[in-house]
């Protein structure tokens, strides 16, 4: 049978996938070299900014470092240590160097203002703290002066012995007229272990200096030790605390043996001795505690100096609270009659505490008041002729 006879096949085979003709290969390749070319573009021009921002960086870094880094990282290392509750030198001479307990204490407040807004010193009396003395704030602090602050929680822990740490808007600033306060804090004032006020501290919004609790508190610290170390009468400051001399030498001929004596500078010439008793009797500047060892001195000397330092610190503890009035009174020479309640009740303490075989070898009360109150004028306390 011829071919053209033969019989066809109704249905032809599917095709399979690869069996489609592709398309052209530069159909894809369009796409993918237009897509690449507009990433490359985007690199490009991330290369070219994180470049010219690290110039700007490095320019900035030599010529203006200031913009960049903080106040604090561009101290010195000596700057930075004295920015964390530092206390000078100089504030603790000058605590060191006061004569009497109201000169530690307005010396005191005076320092707190370099750590705080404003400073406020009570005093434990009666049950109640009271307002000695007030700092960096408005007005008179004589005004406010005695008045009474009312009794809360803060208070009580702080007679306790704890500092406290004040909210804004506390009660102790508000009675003090210290609404505006952002931050306070309360110390207890320790002197002998015991408290006997308290030192508030505050801060206020945009003021300066920085607010630093932790130097307060450590200048509370030492003003209580400065107020108790005067019991002992020191006679000059503490030789480790003296400003630091030139070190040029003298002449040959004039070189002295070294010496160790606390001999005060000419600047600062040393206190009265207490009255009726030789210079090498009076009280060293050590500690209120008997001392003991081969340097002891005999026991009646040890009684009568500290029967001298508790008439002394009755005489200053006057004087603390009634500053004013021994002012006027050492001017008018009637110390006696303007204080007479104060000064009966300090006899009162003194009979009580002070053995009657001590206090016939003489009346250091009244050498204290004496000393203390009228300045060493005996007719200005007008209580004996």
Request: proline share 9%.
């Amino acid at each position: 049978m011829p071919p053209s006879d033969a019989p066809r096949n109704i249905i032809e085979p599917v095709k399979g996938p690869e069996e489609i003709p592709a398309a052209p290969a530069h159909d894809l390749r369009l796409p993918l070299r237009e897509r690449f070319s507009a990433l490359r573009t985007e690199l490009e021009r991330l290369r070219f900014e994180t470049d010219r921002r690290w110039e700007e960086l490095l320019a900035r870094l030599s010529e203006n470092p200031e913009e960049i880094l903080s106040e604090e990282m561009l101290r010195s290392p000596a700057q930075a240590l004295r920015s964390e509750s530092a206390i000078s030198l100089h504030a603790v001479r000058r605590l060191d160097e006061a004569s009497d307990q109201v000169e530690v204490l307005s010396r005191f407040l005076e320092e707190c203002l370099h750590h705080a807004s404003r400073a406020a010193l009570l005093v434990d009396r009666d049950g109640a703290m009271h307002v000695w003395k007030l700092a960096g704030f408005a007005g008179s602090s004589d005004e406010r002066r005695g008045s009474t602050l009312p009794e809360d929680a803060a208070l009580r822990r702080v007679r306790e012995g704890f500092p406290q740490s004040l909210p804004e808007g506390n009660g102790i600033s508000r009675a003090l007229g210290a609404e505006d306060a952002v931050e306070a804090v309360i110390f207890p004032f320790v002197v002998r272990e015991s408290v006997s006020g308290a030192v508030y501290a505050d801060a206020v919004a945009g003021e300066r200096p920085a607010f630093d609790p932790e130097g307060v508190a450590l200048l509370t610290h030492l003003a209580g030790l400065s107020v108790d170390r005067l019991a002992g009468r020191k006679l000059v400051a503490a030789p480790a605390l003296r400003p630091i001399e030139g070190a040029s030498p003298a002449p040959p001929d004039e070189v002295e043996a070294p010496s160790f004596a606390s001999v005060p500078p000419p600047e600062s010439p040393a206190a009265p001795l207490p009255r009726g008793e030789p210079a090498a009797s009076s009280p060293s500047a050590g500690g209120n505690g008997p001392m003991g060892g081969p340097l002891a001195p005999p026991r009646d000397d040890e009684r009568r100096e500290e029967a001298r330092r508790f008439a002394r610190l009755l005489a200053s503890e006057i004087k603390l609270y009634n500053e004013g009035a021994v002012r006027e009174g050492r001017e008018r020479g009637n110390l006696y009659f303007r204080l007479r309640e104060d000064i009966e009740r300090g006899r009162r303490l003194y009979e009580e505490r002070v053995p009657a075989d001590l206090r016939s070898d003489g009346d250091f009360y009244y050498e204290e008041l004496v000393e203390v109150l009228a300045a060493g004028r005996p007719e200005a306390l007008g209580l004996r002729g």
